[in-house]
């Protein structure tokens, strides 16, 4: 009888010095695009606690605005490991993580997190913002984190129409589909990850965040499928960005060797960042 597990673990093993040979292509490619991006803010790029290399850019953003002690909120948080905003709560950061899965930590004894075991839909999340920021001093957010790979556009949309302006976005995309093109998913909450019906294109959120006073600064660049997006009346201190929006798009490397890196942080280091 064929050992199904034995032969799962021997062709693991036959992987593993593929995959590392992969990584270290694709890393040192990511590298090499750092020297000479096409939107210069892509220099900025870092990877802590995010997927990709959303850290750094979160940071230098957080640098030139001079913030010193913000409030996040982040829809689609996942279990806590690995997101967009645990680099902000390392700088002291108050936030409100919002995600179906619960977290690996007990919430409930950090004051700086307010977290909501839930399903972000366009008819609960403006009630879910305005609750976690009643847990906080300041009601104005600073960043707003989306990632729930199905009707995000609408939840960015419902956000904007309800006068919630954080100082800046950072937006999944369907990076599939490069400018001019426009795709919206439908607004189905049920939706889920499936091949490349999920969110929007970068050129419908960049149309979306237009009626509302962003501008698109700059896309992630190991895959390019988080975009950030700053009020404009911060624009001045963000003239080396481009102002053709084919000069931040990224073509997607789906291949990138943040698949590799899929459990994110350990549960003691995210207790760490958020213990008074």
């Not at 939107?39 to 900025?44: D, E, K, T, V, W």
């Amino acid at each position: 009888m064929i050992n199904f597990l034995k032969l799962k673990d021997i062709f693991l093993k036959f992987l593993q010095p593929l995959r590392a040979t992969q990584d270290l292509l694709i890393n040192n490619q990511f590298k090499n695009d750092l020297i000479n991006p096409k939107n210069p803010f892509n220099r900025f790029g870092k990877r802590c606690f995010s997927q990709c290399d959303e850290d750094g850019i979160s940071l230098e953003i957080v640098k030139r605005l001079n913030i010193k002690k913000g409030i996040f909120c982040e829809i689609g948080c996942d279990t806590g490991l690995q997101n967009n905003t645990l680099i902000l709560a390392s700088l002291l950061w108050n936030g409100i993580w919002i995600d179906k899965s619960d977290l690996v930590i007990d919430y409930n004894k950090f004051k700086r997190l307010k977290f909501f075991k839930e399903t972000v839909t366009t008819s609960n999340i403006v009630g879910l913002i305005k609750g976690g920021l009643t847990n906080f001093i300041s009601k104005e957010l600073d960043c707003i984190s989306i990632d729930i790979d199905s009707c995000d556009y609408h939840i960015v949309e419902t956000i904007l129409k309800n006068s919630i302006f954080p100082k800046f976005f950072i937006v999944e995309i369907n990076q599939k589909f490069p400018p001019p093109i426009e795709f919206v998913a439908d607004n189905d909450a049920k939706t889920i990850y499936n091949k490349d019906y999920y969110g929007a294109s970068l050129y419908s959120f960049y149309k979306l965040f237009s009626k509302y006073n962003y501008t698109l600064i700059c896309c992630s660049l190991i895959m390019g499928h988080n975009a950030f997006f700053i009020q404009n009346k911060y624009l001045d201190l963000f003239k080396d960005v481009p102002k053709d929006i084919n000069d931040i798009y990224i073509t997607p490397n789906y291949w990138s060797f943040s698949h590799s890196f899929k459990t994110g942080s350990t549960k003691e280091m995210v207790e760490a960042i958020f213990k008074d």
